[in-house]
């Protein structure tokens, strides 16, 4: 068997994160459902406990103490995202409940003020339906089109094809930086140089690169990025839109409220400068500074498991683990008679979807749930991906830089029984 960093005691790691240690049907928890949400270290579940103990107020609008205390946790969280990301500036960071409202906050914005009839949308194939469906009610809006770009049977984009279909009409690409069900990730930077060189606007969802990938928005030179905050060992109910300043100063206001405006009469009303243009009402604040530990959290963990430190060794060092973790489980499930692995790109992240002969995808999530193993099964909200794969569904095990060889060999001997149980 190969082993993971001696250096590192992962143990002692796993320890920082308090549901790691449940027991599940008598059995201890393998959390191998990653994609779905990545569990919360203990620091950050004591800054958000913290904040409400000892902060907790409404931003931006008090003079008292406890608001000023808030809004300078609030905002320096944002400063520790615009870092994670390597944007030029904090105002292009724009605080969401999700990566799905970022992307409908841009889809909304780009059919006012760019789009038109007759105008071409480009998604990949491979696209969370959170990345097709607001592009598509663009398209209802404005009489625009949204095509898809066809991928491989590996699960790759099909880079010949996507430069075929680029045009004068081709007004907006967005694409996934890492697919959340086959693991794929896909040359982004490429991808968006090439939609620049038609005119076209670009946009990358980044939920699933953002837990494994470090970030750089300014190398990418996507106008828009979003992350999924509870996927980033977060809280949920927190997303993140960073877009290049020039782009949000020209999109319209989102939503209407408190916070984002600069005047209100009723003869019409001035909107605030941007971020807080697009940031009504009063934010999850709490979610925020859990937002800002966990980025604490990874910097602290490159400290540790990394000479070169911070946030570029923990990514570094978080790469590696995840890298023999998901090559030991596709080594492992390959050898099953009967399965079949979807997503065979060698440039992927850590992900591992399959498919079993015998039994359907949710038995398999069922049984081994039964032996305290955590997995996803279903289409992953990637419908027209299925469809192009021909299947339903698929199981789906995906692993963080906390998971184990030892969790991968109880994936691999669950599926071998529910193999014997279903044939």
């Given at each position: 068997?190969?082993?993971?960093?001696?250096?590192?005691?992962?143990?002692?790691i796993r320890?920082?994160?308090?549901?790691?240690?449940?027991?599940?049907?008598?059995?201890?928890?393998?959390?191998?459902?990653?994609?779905?949400?990545?569990?919360k270290?203990?620091?950050?579940?004591?800054?958000?406990?913290r904040?409400?103990?000892?902060?907790n107020a409404?931003?931006?609008?008090?003079?008292?103490?406890?608001?000023?205390?808030?809004t300078q946790?609030?905002?320096?969280?944002?400063?520790?995202?615009?870092?994670?990301?390597?944007?030029?500036?904090?105002?292009?960071?724009?605080?969401?409940k999700?990566?799905?409202?970022?992307?409908?906050?841009?889809?909304?914005?780009?059919?006012?003020?760019l789009?038109?009839?007759?105008?071409?949308?480009?998604?990949t194939?491979?696209?969370?339906h959170?990345?097709i469906?607001?592009?598509?009610?663009?398209?209802?809006?404005?009489?625009?089109?949204?095509?898809?770009?066809?991928?491989?049977?590996?699960?790759?984009?099909?880079?010949?094809?996507?430069?075929?279909?680029?045009?004068?009409?081709?007004?907006?690409?967005?694409?996934?930086?890492?697919?959340?069900?086959?693991?794929?990730?896909?040359?982004?930077?490429?991808?968006?140089?090439m939609?620049?060189?038609?005119?076209?606007?670009?946009?990358?969802?980044?939920a699933q690169?953002?837990?494994?990938?470090?970030?750089?928005?300014?190398?990418?030179?996507a106008?828009?990025?979003t992350?999924?905050?509870?996927?980033h060992?977060?809280?949920?109910?927190?997303?993140?839109?960073?877009?290049?300043?020039?782009?949000?100063?020209?999109?319209?206001?989102?939503?209407?409220?408190?916070?984002?405006?600069?005047?209100?009469r009723?003869?019409?009303?001035?909107?605030?400068?941007?971020?807080?243009?697009?940031?009504?009402?009063?934010?999850?604040?709490s979610?925020?500074?859990?937002?800002?530990?966990?980025?604490?959290?990874l910097?602290?963990?490159?400290?540790?498991?990394?000479?070169?430190?911070?946030?570029?060794g923990a990514?570094?060092?978080?790469?590696?683990?995840?890298?023999?973790?998901?090559?030991?489980?596709?080594q492992r499930?390959?050898e099953?008679?009967?399965?079949r692995?979807?997503?065979?790109?060698?440039?992927?992240?850590a992900?591992?979807?399959?498919?079993?002969?015998?039994?359907?995808?949710h038995?398999?999530?069922?049984?081994l749930?039964?032996h305290?193993?955590?997995?996803?099964a279903?289409h992953?909200?990637?419908?027209?991906?299925?469809?192009?794969?021909?299947?339903?569904?698929?199981?789906?095990a995906?692993?963080?830089?906390?998971?184990?060889?030892?969790e991968?060999?109880?994936?691999?001997?669950?599926?071998?029984?529910?193999?014997?149980?279903?044939?």
């Amino acid at each position: 068997m190969i082993s993971l960093s001696p250096v590192v005691d992962i143990s002692k790691i796993r320890a920082e994160f308090p549901v790691l240690s449940r027991i599940i049907n008598g059995q201890p928890l393998a959390y191998l459902d990653n994609a779905s949400t990545s569990q919360k270290p203990e620091a950050v579940i004591q800054a958000m406990d913290r904040f409400y103990r000892t902060q907790n107020a409404n931003i931006h609008r008090g003079v008292h103490q406890l608001s000023q205390e808030a809004t300078q946790a609030y905002d320096l969280a944002r400063e520790k995202v615009r870092d994670l990301l390597q944007a030029n500036d904090a105002r292009e960071i724009v605080f969401t409940k999700g990566c799905t409202e970022a992307i409908n906050l841009v889809a909304f914005g780009l059919s006012t003020t760019l789009l038109k009839p007759g105008d071409e949308i480009l998604v990949t194939t491979m696209e969370h339906h959170s990345n097709i469906v607001p592009w598509q009610m663009a398209a209802e809006r404005t009489g625009a089109v949204v095509k898809p770009i066809p991928i491989t049977d590996e699960g790759e984009v099909d880079m010949e094809a996507y430069a075929s279909m680029l045009s004068e009409r081709t007004k907006v690409v967005a694409m996934v930086h890492v697919s959340n069900s086959l693991g794929t990730i896909n040359p982004v930077k490429q991808m968006v140089a090439m939609a620049h060189n038609v005119g076209a606007k670009t946009l990358v969802d980044g939920a699933q690169a953002g837990p494994h990938l470090r970030v750089d928005v300014k190398d990418l030179d996507a106008d828009f990025y979003t992350l999924s905050c509870h996927k980033h060992y977060a809280p949920t109910g927190v997303g993140v839109l960073y877009g290049k300043l020039e782009h949000l100063e020209a999109l319209p206001a989102y939503q209407g409220g408190g916070d984002m405006i600069r005047t209100v009469r009723f003869s019409g009303s001035t909107y605030a400068p941007v971020p807080a243009k697009f940031e009504a009402g009063t934010p999850n604040v709490s979610g925020v500074i859990g937002v800002g530990a966990s980025i604490d959290y990874l910097r602290d963990l490159g400290d540790r498991v990394s000479a070169e430190g911070g946030l570029d060794g923990a990514f570094r060092w978080i790469g590696e683990q995840e890298h023999q973790l998901t090559g030991y489980a596709q080594q492992r499930l390959r050898e099953i008679d009967g399965l079949r692995i979807t997503g065979t790109s060698p440039t992927k992240a850590a992900v591992v979807a399959f498919t079993l002969e015998s039994a359907h995808p949710h038995d398999i999530g069922t049984v081994l749930d039964q032996h305290g193993i955590a997995i996803r099964a279903g289409h992953h909200c990637c419908m027209p991906l299925m469809e192009r794969l021909g299947v339903s569904a698929t199981a789906r095990a995906s692993f963080a830089f906390y998971n184990t060889l030892e969790e991968v060999d109880r994936l691999a001997d669950a599926v071998i029984l529910v193999k014997e149980l279903f044939s």
